[in-house]
């Protein structure tokens, strides 16, 4: 399972997300991976799962299936998060 956010830098909502990601690790002793949606892979894997608001949440289990997909804000529970997780 992997759990991955993906955002701009220097956006309105960048100091939430980046809050987010630390309570997130803080609450769950997890981590979500940080990916810029503007790298060549990122990019792909935006494509892929049409990825269309920023910032979006992607949980994906270990042979690529999506378990979860949030799009946009306001950010999801952190506890929804951490259970797609745990189920992958």
Same mark, same amino acid.
């Given at each position: 399972m992997k759990a991955r956010i993906f955002y701009r830098k =220097?956006?309105?909502y960048t100091r939430t997300v980046e809050m987010y990601i630390a309570d997130f690790?803080?609450?769950t002793g997890r981590e979500i991976e940080v990916c810029?949606?503007?790298g060549r892979e990122n990019a792909n894997i935006v494509d892929l799962y049409d990825l269309n =608001? @920023?910032?979006a949440i992607l949980v994906t289990s270990s042979d690529g =299936?999506?378990?979860y997909r949030h799009l946009g804000m306001p950010?999801? @529970?952190m506890r929804d998060i951490a259970l797609w997780m745990e189920r992958g």
């Open positions: =220097r956006q309105d690790y803080k609450n810029s949606p503007d =608001r @920023l910032p =299936r999506v378990l950010l999801p @529970l």
